[in-house]
């Protein structure tokens, strides 16, 4: 064991499991979206372009308020700000369950659900950062895989839950269970006693303990990533809302159908642990570049996807690119950054998603209505995916320059 992974405080382990936990029940509830597609469609008689605009709000409102999250929780600590996270989450679905139209599930499964993660994303998964040096991009990984196990297990429960409760009593349980895990979870978070040093192939910083939110968006870095993150973001959101309704439209069954999203989440299982621990010793920069090719090229499969066996593949494989994304963004803010402020960091990088998780479902929905085909949506897809790719290899350049100046001074 190296000096710096001994440094690591045995505690930071258990953030770690805490995070997981916490972003596995928020993320799970978020993408059981496409469980309960079908029963707001029936119930309330919407279109695919009004019902997609229920995920499209929840992803707006919560990467937009994880700037707010991320600074309260720099200030009050995450304990206090997840835990009220999950509460909000909680009442939102419990108000949903007794809506009566869709203009109540986009106040309630929408904004309401939208804050509680808001409140619990940004403040957890930017925790875990400062806890490591050397090995944050494993804990990262860890912590953020929680979103894939989320995404595999809870749709496939409501599915189950709506079959046998229908879509309003399976809301009121998940009301429950959300509360219940979720206060036990969050419970276990602590801020790290002490900013960690940083990786020895990171920039430096332009204090001891990091940069101030203020310095972060003063740096070009941190606006080429900004850029980064707001083209990819399409690319990564458009599929869980649709590609289990694509699904359907050639005939696949309701559970195979769903159970795609879950596929999602097992490849980002597998991401967030393997590309995570590799982007350790390969450089986390050039690391997510890959994945983000990976991801646009994934997308050449779902054009061309026969049948069912090629829309799986084609799940598990952007799963397992967007899971390496997500899992090595907040180690990357924090290697450029510091842990001064690290979650306002992260939550400001995170509202460049914002949009891309609003217009990209509910266009490709819209879409679909007018022309009965997602094709010209997946070509859009491919064309920002190259704009991102650009983006990446700007932030790497900027980045080197940095580190070059330092080792001059």
């Known amino acids: 064991m190296t000096q710096a992974q001994a440094s690591d405080p ?8 805490a995070t997981f936990a916490s972003l596995a029940l928020i993320f799970g509830v978020s993408y059981s979206f496409a469980a309960f597609f079908e029963s707001f469609a029936a119930e309330f ?8 605009l229920v995920f499209g709000i929840t992803g707006l409102v919560y990467f937009s308020a994880g700037i707010g999250g991320g600074m309260l929780s720099d200030r009050y600590g995450p304990r206090l700000v997840c835990g009220l996270g999950m509460g909000l989450i909680s009442a939102g679905l419990l108000g949903a369950s007794f809506a009566q139209s869709m203009v109540g599930i986009y106040w309630t499964y929408g904004v309401c659900l939208g804050l509680g993660i808001a409140l619990v994303y940004t403040p957890s998964i930017g925790n875990v950062q400062p806890w490591f040096t050397a090995r944050r991009g494993l804990a990262s990984g860890i912590a953020s895989s929680g979103i894939g196990l989320g995404t595999v297990v809870v749709p496939l429960l409501a599915t189950l839950a709506i079959a046998g409760l229908q879509w309003r009593g399976a809301m009121r349980w998940m009301a429950v269970g959300v509360l219940l895990a979720g206060l036990v979870a969050t419970g276990l978070l602590k801020p790290a006693p002490v900013s960690a040093t940083p990786a020895k192939d990171a920039p430096a910083r332009p204090l001891a303990n990091g940069a101030s939110l203020a310095q972060a968006l003063r ?10 993150t707001f083209t990819c973001a399409p690319t990564m959101f458009i599929p869980f809302a649709h590609v289990s309704a694509s699904a359907r439209d050639i005939g696949i069954n309701e559970a195979s159908a769903v159970g795609l999203v879950g596929l999602i989440g097992i490849g980002s299982l597998v991401g967030r642990f393997a590309i995570g621990s590799l982007a350790d010793r390969l450089g986390r920069n050039k690391t997510l570049m890959l994945a983000q090719i990976s991801m646009a090229a994934s997308y050449l499969l779902w054009m061309a996807a026969p049948g069912y066996p090629a829309l799986a593949i084609f799940a598990l494989w952007l799963g397992l690119s967007y899971g390496g994304i997500v899992s090595l963004m907040p180690a990357i803010c924090m290697d450029m950054f510091g842990g001064r402020a690290i979650s306002g960091v992260v939550g400001t990088l995170y509202s460049a998603a914002a949009l891309g998780n609003l217009l990209g479902p509910v266009v490709a929905g819209a879409v679909f209505d007018r022309l009965g085909s997602y094709m010209p949506v997946l070509l859009a897809c491919l064309a920002l995916s190259a704009v991102s790719t650009w983006a990446c290899t700007r932030m790497i350049k900027a980045q080197a320059q940095v580190a070059a100046k330092a080792q001059t001074v």
């Open 10 to 17: 045995p505690y930071g382990w258990v953030v770690v499991w």
């Open 219 to 228: 740096d070009k870095r941190f606006w080429w990533f900004y850029l980064f």
């Open 45 to 52: 008689a919407a279109k695919r372009a009004d019902v997609s």
